[in-house]
């Protein structure tokens, strides 16, 4: 049995209009909260004298101080690096008592406040790197499918691959931009990374979902709506298949990797439930859709 997936894609837009959107006024209101990777912090370096705690321990020893989102880096075999926002002397004496709490023995090896990881001139060379990744994948679509000029131009292909990767990147955004601000949930480079993930992510299951389509012109002909709904049941399974042993490995990292990958594991798990939506429900909608336009257009 065919899914017309197609039929239903003004309810697709609707839906994937409103998550847009929503994520958009997030982001304008709300803003994303920084983590120290960008702003800057202070960084405390120590050597336990026995055995050293796990990360878990040491954060549950510091979940009194206003530190917030502590990275902690295990060294060697007795050390540790803590790297926090921005804390003053006082502060410090006070920490470095509470893990000496017990019988506990450490050895402070340095204390110093650090400036951000991700600094203004990377983060505008990050911005242009985007830009030209963007055209490259409209360049590169383009040209793997030169040889169709019809129903749709090649580069049309590519226009739509990058109006899909957004809607990817967004809906994560969004989510963070909420978290940011009614849970101190703060960008970090492992947050970053994962987004960056996410972005080759979304495109190669648009790409899969193109190249069914293309091989369903050069080779069956036929109704260009059927052709892209037969090309979308095709790789259903692949697309489903792929993205659910994705996901479960994701999700393991975060219910039981940890704090520190947690952020990372949901940055994932959004960018690719997001991806798999928008192959399956999106991309060939639009295609659909710039179709039925440009028919119009010429009546």
Do not use: C
């Not at 917030?68 to 470095?96: A, C, F, W």
């Not at 650090?114 to 203004?120: A, D, F, N």
């Not at 993930?197 to 069956?220: C, M, P």
């Amino acid at each position: 049995m065919t899914i017309t997936f197609t039929k239903y894609r003004k309810i697709y837009f609707a839906f994937s209009g409103i998550l847009i959107l929503a994520s958009i006024v997030f982001l304008i209101i709300f803003g994303l909260k920084p983590g120290i990777d960008f702003t800057g912090g202070s960084i405390l370096e120590i050597e336990y004298i026995q055995e050293r705690p796990s990360n878990e321990e040491i954060r549950e020893q510091l979940s009194g101080f206003d530190l917030g989102n502590i990275y902690i880096q295990p060294t060697g075999e007795k050390g540790v690096i803590l790297r926090m926002k921005d804390i003053d002397e006082g502060l410090h004496q006070q920490i470095s008592e509470k893990l000496k709490e017990g019988e506990t023995e450490i050895k402070e090896s340095r204390f110093e406040s650090i400036g951000p990881v991700i600094g203004q001139e990377l983060k505008q060379k990050t911005k242009i790197v985007v830009v030209l990744v963007l055209l490259s994948i409209v360049i590169y679509i383009a040209l793997a499918f030169r040889r169709i000029q019809t129903p749709l131009r090649s580069w049309q292909y590519g226009i739509i691959s990058v109006l899909a990767l957004l809607h990817d990147i967004l809906i994560p955004l969004g989510v963070f931009s909420i978290l940011g601000k009614f849970y101190d949930v703060e960008i970090s480079i492992p947050v970053v990374t994962a987004l960056l993930a996410v972005l080759g992510y979304s495109v190669n299951n648009t790409v899969v979902v193109f190249d069914r389509i293309r091989e369903g012109l050069l080779k069956r002909g036929g109704y260009f709506e059927d052709i892209v709904n037969y090309s979308l049941n095709q790789t259903l399974a692949r697309q489903i298949n792929t993205s659910l042993t994705t996901l479960f490995v994701v999700a393991a990292i975060f219910f039981f990797g940890g704090e520190t990958l947690k952020y990372f594991a949901l940055a994932l798990i959004l960018g690719i439930a997001a991806g798999t939506y928008s192959s399956i429900f999106l991309a060939g909608s639009i295609l659909v859709s710039w179709f039925r336009w440009k028919n119009r257009q010429r009546e």
